[in-house]
């Protein structure tokens, strides 16, 4: 164990545990895990009724661009989804692929949720955009119209368009 003091008082601790802060000695307190890296987001395609498009799609170039940082169990992601052309929309919920990490399971809370950052794939005025929610116990995202019901691949005003977003949930 390794303390680093400052007048007296424990500022950082590291220990089996990882970093703790301001003398905390509890394990459970303990930062164990940092890393960065990227993934890939898709859209959910194929023949199955669940698909968002029906398969076959192109991405433009960086269509399928994604950065994440996990601190602890707290994973933050962001990414660029830019369908090039080909597609086929479906009337299966509009879903992206691929989080670097499983969503926490826990009932009565998300997973995490995403906001965005740029998009035009949804047509004009916010009243349009729906949310985005990460789903427990999963690696995707699900996007839903603001009365709560799924918003569909066949509901986006241009598949062509990029979607932008950033968010952040937790893992076990």
């Given amino acids: 164990r390794t303390t680093i003091s400052n007048g007296g008082s424990v500022q950082f601790q590291f220990d089996a545990d990882g970093i703790k802060f301001n003398g905390d000695t509890a394990a459970a307190n303990g930062l164990d895990d940092y890393e960065e890296g990227t993934w890939t987001p898709s859209y959910n395609t194929g023949s199955a009724a669940s698909a968002c498009f029906a398969g076959g799609e192109s991405y433009n170039t960086g269509g399928q ?15 660029n989804i830019d369908m ?44 349009n955009k729906p949310h985005a929610v990460v789903i427990d116990n999963t690696t995707y995202i699900q996007f839903y119209k603001q009365n709560g019901s799924a918003f569909a691949g066949t509901d986006l005003s241009g598949p062509q368009y990029p979607i932008q977003m950033f968010g952040s949930y937790q893992v076990n």
């Fill in 65 to 79: 661009t994604g950065r994440y940082t996990k601190i602890g169990n707290i994973v933050h992601f962001r990414f």
């Fill in 84 to 127: 090039a052309s080909g597609y086929t929309a479906k009337s299966g919920i509009l879903q992206i692929n691929g989080l670097p990490y499983t969503a926490k399971n826990e009932t009565y809370v998300n997973g995490g949720a995403a906001f965005y950052m740029y998009t035009s794939a949804f047509g004009s005025g916010d009243a």
